[in-house]
């Protein structure tokens, strides 16, 4: 290793001269890994701040999911001998205010939670005005207490000291919630919370077999047993409990997964960024080493080896990258810092920050690797000038490919880079979906660039040619694919952030277009939860007899859950990931005579509408698939502890896109007579009827829940809205890079442009002429990218619609591609012109004389 | 496009009533260096009459080539008049001076300054497109013929030898049939041979189409050639003619 001294200050002598030429480099590097790193600190402070917060997020050290009905009595002994104990029920319910009649005034959908005294075990509930939860909630004059959302006050206009009504009771508002200590992030939250004592809840009538309804019991543990050892004697002494048991470590599942999805969404843009800033490396790197020519031809003269050659600046350049590297790591390292101040009460974990070295660590690879993709490149053939080409008045770059070697090293670092995205994502198959696609997509650029590069001197080549007569024409195509122009590099990068952007906007518009446009006109205006057996009749007769409704639909609706597959117990079943949901926890079962619509049959057959005889049960064919089971195999589900088996008859094609009701199982009906149960109901009616028909039913049944699908969407909507701003806004850090790439080309052609103006001058071009050529060779430039862009961006988004999101309906938001191409094209032509100016304002007298 | 198109033919006079091609009157040029100001030109006189094949000699740094650039409206004096092809510069802005080149003058370099982006025919069509001209290719193509390139016409500079591309730069100057030809230190960056080559058609050219021809050079033997020889020297016309043997630099 007696050259590595040597090449080391050769590399130092060399960077004396500044980095001035290696803004872009540094740039390009430090966006992408500022972006993983950020990402990746982000989660890990705010999975950190879960641990710490564990208990009182849990609202335990152990929680016990208990499906739709209280434990008995023995189990909640066994608990209570292990710690403290804090049942709590939640369901969802309508809440109203009266007048003085007793009619309705304000009626809105609230998620109701029942809690016990001893709540909350860990953390603290906080109220405003500041009270004991056990007086805001405590029985006074007859009407008890409840604490409720801030949000309530507004939707039924009530304000502390105000009567709500849920079901059947009063209640008294005393205090609104401001912190819940174990209510974490619930994109899914419907209403807002209205906070019970749990003796209370028997007044509302809401309670009743086979309605929605959420058992948890948290336990705070004493020091006998561990949360283990509790877990064990659970499981021993009630092995057949339909239970589940939650520990400390998912505390917050719901809220660690989305946090892994945004911060595999956050690393894949910073990869995008990487990649696209990639190009930018390249091209600064080839721009050093062009300038580097005659110092590497000198040296080769003096007798350096090739291999000298290439370390010395090899060395330099990964010197250059960990600075950039360094610059994004520090930058990346206080993001959660900045996010702590401005997001701060956006979230409900306090997120706990601090270095992550392996956040670091992981951008660091992420940074090293790109770098070194796309340094080895002009490198490599650096390594190869000729010491004759010091002889000669110009070198030219023939464009020949590195030596086998450092293509083999190139294909390595490749496959590296591509293998630690996914092994290092949460998501490894979306993470290997990322890479293909991004193959694919720089593939595609790069025939795409090479396409208009053809076309441009095709265009150019001739007499007869379209140009002929327009100079300025000419040589702005030609300047499209000359050696060494930027087309292909200006493509690549701002065509993939572009493209990027192009397809997260359209699959969000199409996103938009299937929430509040895309509903087929069948699907229902109103759904109505918990009607009680009795009622079903009654709740017909209200219903038909509105004006304006157009069809009502019951159907039963019971609570169960699968237990056994073919005599397998569901959780030994091989399930695939996107089906568990189908075989674990409580499920919503039904079951009719006929086929209901909006489904097909694709297997077996429907029985016959008086069958009798062995239970039978049809299944969505895609939940079929995904346990692996065949028709005539058969499926035990449990039903409020009653264990019923039945045989498979058929699958369905469900279409759940259509908003009606349907259900994955649907059981022959005698399977299920007598199993407790409610109904549930839709209506589709006119528009505007929506809440003559809301009043008429509740007015009668208050125990009745109404989801308005308009209002639905319009949350959804709302949600949607606001994450797709954000989803946007972090992808635009992809097209930075790009645009980087596009003013580092630019700035690289500056010369180029000097004195291709000063030529134009000499032989009688006006400014005006001049600046047309430059102009005209940004917007064509910015044309072919935008295009090639929004082509590629929109095959993008149409395979993740229709193939992923299976939209049937997919829409091209036409306007939205045409903005995405006009600011391209706008982009590209201010950079161009801004360059352009400077070099028109140059005087042509020094570049002509003599050297 | 074209706002700025000044037409300087409006202050031009008749050619043929001034017989002078290049007019110089007390021409004084005065640069911002980094150190303070610099004199470039002190005060130049030149007439050159039409059809004049005019040698300029002196050392490096003494004016030559920035009298050439003065007299092909790419810089600006300080002050002075500066009458060429019969139209007086002092009103021109400088898109009226590129017009005025595009019509009247004809300028070759030592470093040719071809585009590398275009080919040989290319190259010497654009003067003649931006003239307007209806059937530039087909000119472009007889003036290269003329030089001898009629073989080259799809080559780009970068496929042509120095002397090739010198002659492109000759057929290029003379395309528009020029009033005015400047040649600055044509076969600077050529050999010998190839650089005589250079001159013989270049006198060539000047003979045939009875331009006023401004030659900048070192070679004694080629400012002989010229119908006039002037030498200047410090920002100066310091003499006319070869009595005195011409300054010789390093080159």
């Known amino acids: 290793m007696q050259g590595l001294p040597l090449s080391l200050r050769f590399a130092f002598r060399e960077l004396r001269g500044g980095m001035r030429g290696f803004r872009i480099f540094l740039a390009c590097i430090a966006i992408g890994v500022t972006a993983i790193a950020g990402a990746t600190s982000l989660n890990e402070s705010f999975k950190a701040g879960i641990a710490a917060d564990a208990r009182p997020l849990l609202g335990g050290d152990l929680q016990i999911d208990a499906d739709s009905y209280p434990i008995g009595d023995a189990q909640r002994a066994s608990l209570e001998a292990g710690g403290t104990v804090s049942a709590q029920v939640q369901l969802r319910s309508m809440a109203r205010t009266e007048n003085a009649g007793g009619e309705a005034i304000n009626r809105t959908l609230i998620e109701l939670k029942a809690v016990e005294e001893t709540y909350p075990l860990y953390g603290v509930l906080e109220l405003e005005p500041s009270m004991p939860l056990r007086d805001a909630l405590a029985r006074k004059d007859d009407v008890w207490g409840v604490a409720i959302d801030d949000s309530l006050r507004a939707r039924l206009s009530v304000d502390i000291g105000d009567t709500i009504y849920v079901g059947e009771a009063p209640l008294q508002v005393r205090a609104v919630v401001v912190v819940e200590p174990d209510r974490a992030v619930r994109f899914a939250t419907i209403g807002p919370r209205v906070m019970i004592s749990r003796d209370a809840l028997p007044s509302t009538e809401l309670v009743q077999t086979g309605s929605l309804i959420e058992y948890t019991y948290n336990v705070r543990l004493d020091k006998s047993e561990t949360a283990e050892e509790m877990r064990g004697r659970l499981d021993r002494d009630f092995p057949t409990a339909t239970w589940r048991i939650r520990g400390l470590n998912q505390a917050s599942q719901g809220l660690e997964r989305f946090l892994d999805n945004v911060t595999l969404f956050l690393t894949l843009v910073g990869l995008t960024a990487l990649l696209t800033g990639g190009i930018g490396v390249a091209n600064a790197v080839r721009a050093h080493l062009l300038g580097r020519l005659h110092t590497i031809a000198t040296l080769k003269c003096l007798g350096a080896p090739a291999d000298t050659v290439f370390s010395i600046y090899l060395i330099q350049l990964a010197l250059l990258a960990f600075v950039g590297i360094a610059i994004g790591l520090v930058l990346g390292a206080t993001i959660p810092f900045i996010a702590a101040n401005t997001l701060g009460d956006l979230l409900p974990v306090k997120a706990e920050f601090g270095l992550y070295p392996s956040a670091l660590f992981k951008a660091t690879v992420f940074g090293a690797l790109t770098a070194a993709l796309f340094t080895l490149w002009p490198l490599a053939r650096a390594r190869d000038i000729p010491p004759a080409a010091l002889f000669r008045s110009l070198l030219v770059d023939k464009g020949q490919l590195p030596r086998r070697k450092y293509l083999i090293l190139i294909g390595l670092i490749a496959t590296a880079l591509a293998m630690f995205t996914i092994a290092t994502a949460e998501r490894p198959l979306y993470a290997f979906y990322f890479v293909s696609g991004a193959a694919v997509s720089m593939m595609l650029f790069h025939v795409a660039a090479t396409g208009v590069m053809k076309f441009a001197a095709r265009m150019t080549s001739g007499r007869n040619s379209p140009t002929a007569g327009r100079p300025t024409l000419r040589l702005a195509l030609a300047n499209l694919y000359r050696p060494g122009s930027p087309t292909t590099s200006v493509v690549l990068s701002l065509g993939l952030g572009l493209s990027v952007l192009v397809a997260i906007a359209l699959v969000e518009s199409n996103l938009n277009a299937a929430i509040s446009e895309g509903l087929p006109a069948d699907a229902p205006s109103m759904f109505f939860v918990d009607i009680q057996p009795h009622q079903e009749e009654q709740f017909r007769q209200i219903v038909t007899s509105m004006p304006g409704v157009e069809k009502v639909l019951t159907s039963a609706m019971i609570r169960g859950r699968v237990v056994r597959v073919n005599d397998v117990p569901a959780n030994q079943v091989k399930v695939a990931p996107g089906s568990r949901w189908a075989v674990r926890g409580e499920r919503s079962m039904s079951h009719a005579a006929v086929m209901p619509e909006n489904a097909r049959l694709t297997h077996g057959e429907w029985w016959a509408a008086d069958h009798d005889g062995e239970n039978m049960v049809s299944i969505d064919v895609e939940v079929a698939r995904d346990i692996g089971v065949s028709v005539g195999d058969t499926i035990t589900v449990n039903i409020l502890g009653r264990e019923i088996t039945a045989r498979i008859a058929s699958f369905r094609d469900i279409r759940w896109q259509s908003g009606t009701m349907n259900f994955t199982y649907i059981f022959s009906p005698n399977a299920l007579a007598g199993a407790p149960g409610t109904y549930l109901s839709t209506v589709n009616s006119g528009p505007g009827t929506e809440l003559a028909i809301e009043t008429a039913v509740l007015n009668a049944m208050p125990n009745v829940t109404v989801i308005q699908v308009r209002q639905a969407l319009d949350m959804a909507q709302g949600i949607l809205d606001t994450l797709g701003l954000a989803v946007r806004m972090t992808a635009a850090v992809a097209l930075v890079s790009g645009a980087l790439v596009l003013a580092g080309a630019v700035a690289a052609g500056h010369a180029r442009r000097i004195y291709e103006s000063v030529v134009l001058k000499v032989l009688g071009a006006t400014r005006g002429d001049v600046l047309k050529a430059f102009i005209l060779e940004y917007m064509l430039l910015g044309i072919a990218t935008g295009l090639i862009a929004a082509v590629i961006g929109t095959i993008g988004a149409w395979g993740v619609v229709t193939e992923i999101m299976k939209i049937i309906e997919w829409r091209l938001d036409y306007s939205l591609v045409l903005t995405v191409l006009t600011s391209c094209i706008a982009v590209t032509l201010l950079a161009g012109v801004t360059g352009t100016w400077r070099a028109m304002g140059t005087k042509a007298a020094p570049y002509l004389r003599n050297e | ?251």
């Open chain 2, 1 to 251: 496009m074209d706002t700025v198109d000044t037409n300087y033919n409006a202050s031009a006079t008749s050619d043929a009533s001034s017989p002078a091609a290049i007019v110089l009157d007390q021409v004084h040029l005065t640069l911002e260096g980094p150190a303070g100001p610099v004199n470039i030109l002190r005060g130049v006189d030149l007439n050159v009459s039409s059809g004049t094949a005019l040698g300029v000699v002196g050392p490096s740094g003494s004016g030559k080539t920035t009298m050439l650039m003065i007299i092909a409206g790419l810089e600006r004096i300080s002050s002075g008049h500066v009458e060429v092809a019969g139209t007086d510069f002092a009103p021109l802005d400088e898109d009226a001076l590129a017009l005025f080149r595009r019509d009247a003058v004809g300028i070759v370099f030592q470093s040719f300054h071809l585009i590398p982006t275009m080919n040989a025919l290319e190259n010497v069509t654009v003067p003649l497109e931006f003239a307007g001209s209806r059937d530039a290719f087909d000119r472009a193509e007889d003036q290269l013929k003329a030089v001898g390139l009629g073989h080259r016409l799809d080559h780009y500079p970068g496929q042509l030898s120095g002397g090739e591309q010198q002659r492109v730069a000759l057929a290029r100057a003379f395309a528009v049939k020029p009033k005015i030809l400047l040649a600055d230190e044509p076969t600077g960056n050529l050999d010998g041979v190839t650089g005589q080559q250079i001159i013989d058609l270049l006198f060539e050219l000047h003979d045939k189409s009875n331009t006023t021809l401004m030659l900048i050079t070192h070679d004694f033997n080629l400012a002989q050639r010229c119908d006039r020889v002037v030498r200047i020297a410090d920002g100066l016309i310091v003499g006319e003619g070869l009595s005195e043997s011409p300054v010789v630099t390093g080159r």
